[in-house]
């Protein structure tokens, strides 16, 4: 996933519609439904949108799956705006970098991921968008000098880049394996980590709430794959029961709800659990391609996911922080520096949905995922934080 973006506080990386500080724990739920109830349906939403994917190109072209799926889910979200009464965000800057944003989060990595699964399983699409982690970590080397390396991190990203060898078959030559379609679905991994820093970089401290930012990020691409549509294809002869059905859940559902969803796990038990979606999409994803759609499953496919995905586990390790040094008893407490507050500078909040870690999100201390998407998500769908990792929305969901 991981997902759109939207602002966050900067002790947070996952969206969140309620401000929570590191010092302050999550605040609990009244009411609903339990917790881990809606983590199962959240995985499970997310994990399901490479099958849904794989649906809807059977009677649609990629740029048109895409287009329904941004142009639902940007539906699901203006109309929780417009039951709460929000606005959309304002002023040409934000516009803009929403714009961009919209392209490397949305409409680039959705596009290619559809293009990916006219030639690949579905199940190999939901692998490739577990590297994000690894894509992100590896250019928050290069573009975020706070993000200091570890030898842990770095043995994270080798290992995971190993289980994308495996998953693929290296020792085989890449037999049987779509060359093409495998690189379209890691270029479009590789977009949410891309995006996540450019919206950490240009939209940290945007007023509005996270549902408000991805509502209109969601209908700018709206608007850019209207346009691309328009050019590259052609309308739709017929409206197919189950690509149509397929193509209306992606959006409403992995990309409007879940976002919804996932806004709420992260306000109730804090981004590092919630985070942990991204370990189960590619589970649910090859499990759905192979037990709905009748893929085929060797043993290096669950093998390599199983090592991407701990290598991605460790590319969200943080050094522990050195401890706090103590005056000794008796000593005089050490002068105070006094500063005026009219000089006291505001923390800027991060958008949700620009650093991943696995996740992102969205998300995070890291460029990677949940998504982050999600939504990338996205899955499908956060900034890099001075505390937890940010879960990202899956990538292509």
């Given at each position: 996933?991981?997902?759109?973006?939207?602002?966050?506080p900067?002790?947070e990386?996952l969206?969140?519609p309620?401000?929570?500080?590191?010092?302050?724990?999550?605040?609990?739920r009244?009411?609903?439904?339990?917790?881990?109830i809606?983590?199962a349906?959240?995985?499970?939403?997310w994990?399901?949108?490479?099958l849904?994917?794989?649906?809807?190109?059977?009677?649609y072209?990629?740029?048109?799956?895409?287009?329904?799926?941004?142009?639902?889910?940007?539906?699901?979200?203006?109309?929780v705006?417009?039951?709460?009464?929000?606005?959309?965000?304002?002023?040409?800057r934000?516009?803009?970098?929403?714009t961009?944003?919209?392209?490397?989060?949305?409409?680039?990595?959705?596009?290619?991921f559809?293009?990916?699964?006219?030639?690949?399983?579905?199940s190999?699409?939901?692998?490739?968008?577990?590297?994000?982690?690894?894509?992100?970590?590896a250019?928050?080397?290069?573009?975020?000098s706070?993000?200091?390396?570890?030898?842990r991190?770095f043995?994270?990203?080798?290992?995971?880049?190993?289980g994308?060898?495996?998953?693929?078959?290296?020792?085989?030559g890449?037999?049987?394996?779509?060359?093409?379609?495998?690189?379209l679905?890691?270029l479009?991994?590789?977009?949410?980590?891309?995006?996540?820093?450019?919206?950490?970089?240009?939209l940290a401290?945007?007023?509005?709430?996270?549902?408000?930012?991805t509502?209109?990020?969601?209908g700018i691409?709206?608007?850019?794959l209207l346009?691309?549509s328009?050019?590259?294809?052609?309308?739709?002869?017929?409206?197919?029961?189950?690509?149509?059905?397929?193509?209306?859940?992606?959006?409403?559902?992995?990309?409007?709800?879940?976002?919804?969803?996932?806004?709420?796990?992260?306000t109730?038990?804090?981004?590092?659990?919630?985070?942990?979606?991204?370990?189960?999409?590619?589970?649910?994803?090859?499990?759905?391609?192979v037990?709905?759609?009748?893929?085929?499953?060797?043993?290096?496919t669950?093998?390599?996911?199983?090592?991407?995905l701990?290598?991605a586990?460790?590319?969200?390790?943080?050094?522990p922080?050195?401890?706090?040094k103590?005056?000794?008893?008796g000593s005089a407490?050490?002068?105070?520096?006094?500063?005026?507050?009219?000089?006291?500078?505001?923390?800027p909040?991060s958008?949700a949905?620009?650093?991943?870690?696995?996740?992102?999100?969205v998300s995070?201390?890291?460029?990677?995922?949940?998504?982050t998407?999600p939504v990338?998500?996205?899955?499908?769908t956060?900034?890099?934080t001075?505390t937890?990792?940010a879960?990202?929305?899956?990538?292509?969901?």
């Amino acid at each position: 996933m991981s997902a759109p973006t939207t602002p966050r506080p900067a002790a947070e990386a996952l969206p969140d519609p309620l401000p929570i500080t590191a010092a302050a724990p999550p605040a609990p739920r009244r009411g609903g439904l339990d917790w881990r109830i809606r983590f199962a349906v959240l995985s499970a939403i997310w994990g399901f949108s490479f099958l849904l994917i794989k649906v809807g190109t059977e009677a649609y072209a990629p740029f048109q799956v895409a287009l329904g799926r941004v142009a639902f889910g940007a539906l699901a979200l203006l109309t929780v705006l417009l039951l709460r009464r929000e606005r959309l965000p304002r002023g040409r800057r934000t516009w803009a970098h929403l714009t961009v944003a919209a392209l490397l989060l949305n409409t680039a990595p959705f596009s290619l991921f559809a293009y990916a699964e006219l030639s690949i399983p579905s199940s190999l699409a939901g692998i490739c968008n577990a590297t994000s982690p690894l894509w992100g970590m590896a250019l928050s080397l290069v573009a975020l000098s706070e993000d200091r390396p570890t030898r842990r991190r770095f043995a994270g990203l080798g290992l995971g880049f190993l289980g994308v060898l495996t998953v693929l078959g290296a020792w085989q030559g890449f037999s049987g394996v779509d060359a093409t379609g495998t690189a379209l679905a890691l270029l479009a991994s590789l977009c949410y980590p891309i995006g996540w820093i450019y919206v950490r970089r240009t939209l940290a401290g945007t007023p509005g709430s996270p549902v408000a930012l991805t509502g209109a990020q969601l209908g700018i691409s709206t608007v850019q794959l209207l346009l691309v549509s328009a050019l590259f294809t052609s309308a739709p002869h017929s409206f197919p029961l189950w690509p149509t059905l397929s193509v209306i859940a992606l959006g409403a559902l992995g990309t409007g709800l879940a976002l919804q969803m996932q806004y709420g796990l992260v306000t109730e038990v804090g981004p590092t659990t919630a985070q942990m979606v991204t370990y189960f999409i590619p589970v649910i994803a090859t499990t759905a391609g192979v037990l709905v759609l009748g893929e085929q499953l060797h043993w290096n496919t669950p093998v390599g996911a199983a090592i991407v995905l701990a290598g991605a586990a460790l590319t969200q390790t943080r050094a522990p922080k050195p401890p706090t040094k103590t005056a000794p008893t008796g000593s005089a407490p050490a002068p105070t520096s006094q500063v005026s507050p009219a000089t006291t500078a505001p923390t800027p909040t991060s958008p949700a949905g620009s650093d991943p870690a696995p996740t992102s999100q969205v998300s995070p201390a890291t460029t990677d995922p949940t998504p982050t998407s999600p939504v990338g998500s996205a899955l499908d769908t956060a900034l890099p934080t001075t505390t937890d990792p940010a879960p990202t929305s899956p990538a292509g969901v």
